[in-house]
């Protein structure tokens, strides 16, 4: 070693330690390591001076800001104590050995991507993603503008964004709404948390469709409210008494969710009625009405409210990835603020991550080019199970078209019990869900719910072997 003895203010000339160049670990790294140990071993003694940085440099082939690099980090880990001109000396650390952890073997996280099981409901089909166009989006945002990736902005959202989407559900729902109107939020089921928040207080009744999305159930129950349940007819939702006193109404009237079904113009117009006469609010939850494979797309209701007291909700968690986990909500002008106060109280759970990179996306077509593709190809997937229902399974029930959405309801006959069904075609692999488990106080509700636009026709035809199998033993 270099050093000839211990002591106060003794100095170090040399260290007498090479780097090694081939070694991964950069050489500022290399200098700390060999200092801490020698030190540590006491080879070093406290109080010592060390070599100056441009001494050392020169010993060890380096620029003098790597030695001053390595020698600062020792001060800031306590080893050392000085500073750039004033010199370095060894501080006092004892016998003291550093404590290394003992090895620990970690298990490998698993890599697996999220394969949907054959008829879960609302999948898109991943595997047709536009990656490479999407890439490209979110490439040049890093490129060019990478502050837009996690700029805190609105709580309102991205500017940007929320123009494409205002232009968006203009060409295509029917809305007209400034950017101003739109809101971005973390999903569909957050802005139907974001409205209730917002219009109500703990202890207001909130109407909800019967059958209907569970999770809202749970959405109204934790904020407190008082839940009832409006059956679904021929026409939809059926409007809730005056005497319920609801103060908002949730509803799917492009595709009731989840029998499937679009609301008669007639009772769109009595709910507005309803809303005008009671002082209270429609929530439209729009969440995948852009899947509609016949015939026109049916306006938005709140396009047909010209937004004034209907909230319209849309999703892109079945036009572009369920994991993305963006939505949004337009609002009447009116009911701005009193949302943008309630998102202040909370925070706005909406990443800003992709926003701007998916408001170039739709700007750009691809958005459009990709929903175009989806839709034919949908379709197409839902004409052969539909076919294959009606032709191979009507001996246990049957399944209505209604030409839109993500999922086919196929009605059991009585003594074919869905949720029998369901937990054998579960332990079969299948992720089909039964009617029955949707409903509150509905009767009568028997069937499977099946979601198909994930699978191809192979992997239709594969599934309903199993399931063919699973209800042949139920009805044997
Ligand atoms: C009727 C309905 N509303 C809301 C949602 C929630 O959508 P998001 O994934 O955008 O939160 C879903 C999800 O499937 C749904 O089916």
Same mark, same amino acid.
């Given at each position: 070693m270099s050093h000839t003895a211990a002591g106060?203010?003794? &100095?170090?000339?040399?260290?007498?330690? =090479? *780097?090694? #160049?081939? &070694?991964?670990?950069?050489?500022?790294?290399?200098?700390?390591? %060999?200092?801490?140990?020698?030190? @540590?071993?006491?080879?070093?003694?406290?109080?010592?001076?060390?070599?100056?940085?441009? &001494?050392?440099?020169? /010993?060890?082939g380096v620029a003098r800001s790597t030695v001053v690099c390595a020698y600062e980090q020792l001060v800031a880990e306590g080893y050392i104590s000085g500073r750039q001109g004033a010199g370095y000396s060894v501080?006092?650390? !004892?016998? @003291?050995?550093?404590?290394?952890?003992?090895?620990?073997?970690?298990?490998?996280?698993?890599?697996?991507?999220?394969?949907?099981?054959?008829?879960?409901?609302?999948?898109p089909d991943m595997r047709l993603f536009p990656y490479r166009q999407w890439g490209r989006c979110v490439a040049r945002i890093c490129r060019v503008?990478?502050?837009?990736?996690?700029e805190a902005g609105s709580v309102l959202g991205n500017a940007c964004l929320r123009r494409s989407i205002a232009s968006?559900?203009?060409?295509?729902?029917?809305?007209?709404?400034?950017?101003?109107?739109?809101?971005?939020?973390? !999903?569909?089921?957050?802005?139907?948390? *974001?409205?209730?928040?917002?219009?109500?207080?703990?202890g207001d009744a909130v109407a909800l469709e019967d059958p209907g999305y569970l999770p809202l159930r749970r959405i109204v129950e934790r904020q407190g409210l008082l839940r009832s349940s409006v059956p679904v007819d021929d026409l939809g939702a059926c409007v809730p008494s005056d005497k319920a006193g609801a103060k908002a109404v949730v509803l799917t009237p492009s595709h009731q969710f989840p029998l499937g079904g679009a609301m008669a113009p007639g009772r769109r117009l009595e709910f507005l009625e309803w809303?005008? #006469?009671?002082?209270?609010?429609?929530?439209?939850?729009?969440?995948?009405? /852009?899947?509609?494979?016949?015939?026109?797309?049916?306006?938005?209701?709140? !396009?047909?409210? !010209?937004l004034n007291r209907t909230l319209y909700i849309g999703s892109f968690s079945k036009t572009f990835s369920n994991r993305l986990r963006v939505g949004y909500l337009v609002a009447p002008e009116a009911l701005v603020p009193v949302l943008k106060n309630s998102l202040r109280r909370t925070g706005a759970r909406a990443? %800003?991550?992709?926003?701007?990179? *998916?408001? /170039?996306?739709?700007?750009?077509?691809?958005?459009?080019?990709?929903?175009? #593709?989806?839709r034919r190809i949908y379709a197409e997937r839902r004409k052969h199970l539909l076919a294959r229902l009606t032709a191979e399974f009507s001996a246990f029930g049957h399944a209505p078209d209604h030409g839109a959405g993500m999922q086919i309801v196929f009605h059991l006959k009585?003594?074919?019990?869905? =949720?029998?069904?369901? =937990?054998?075609?579960?332990?079969?692999?299948?992720?089909?869900?039964?009617?029955s488990g949707f409903a509150v106080e509905a009767c009568g509700l028997n069937g499977l719910v099946l979601g198909c636009c994930h699978m191809?026709?192979?992997?239709?035809?594969?599934?309903?072997? #199993?399931l063919a199998q699973i209800l042949g033993q139920a009805t044997a």
């Open positions: 106060d203010e003794q &100095n170090i000339s040399s260290l007498a330690f =090479t *780097l090694d #160049r081939e &070694n991964a670990l950069p050489l500022f790294e290399q200098i700390c390591a %060999a200092l801490r140990q020698r030190i @540590v071993s006491g080879t070093l003694p406290e109080g010592g001076r060390l070599p100056a940085t441009r &001494n050392l440099a020169i /010993e060890l501080c006092a650390i !004892g016998q @003291v050995e550093i404590q290394k952890a003992a090895p620990r073997v970690f298990q490998p996280v698993e890599e697996t991507s999220h394969v949907p099981r054959p008829f879960s409901g609302g999948e503008s990478p502050e837009k990736l996690l968006y559900v203009a060409d295509w729902r029917g809305l007209s709404a400034g950017p101003d109107q739109v809101i971005i939020t973390a !999903g569909a089921g957050d802005a139907l948390e *974001l409205c209730l928040r917002a219009l109500t207080q703990p809303a005008g #006469r009671s002082g209270g609010w429609v929530i439209e939850d729009d969440y995948d009405s /852009e899947f509609r494979y016949a015939g026109r797309p049916i306006p938005a209701m709140a !396009g047909f409210d !010209g990443s %800003a991550m992709p926003q701007q990179a *998916l408001s /170039e996306f739709i700007d750009s077509g691809e958005f459009y080019r990709h929903l175009r #593709r989806m009585p003594g074919i019990p869905d =949720t029998q069904i369901c =937990t054998q075609a579960e332990a079969a692999g299948l992720g089909l869900q039964p009617l191809d026709e192979p992997e239709i035809d594969r599934g309903l072997e #199993r």
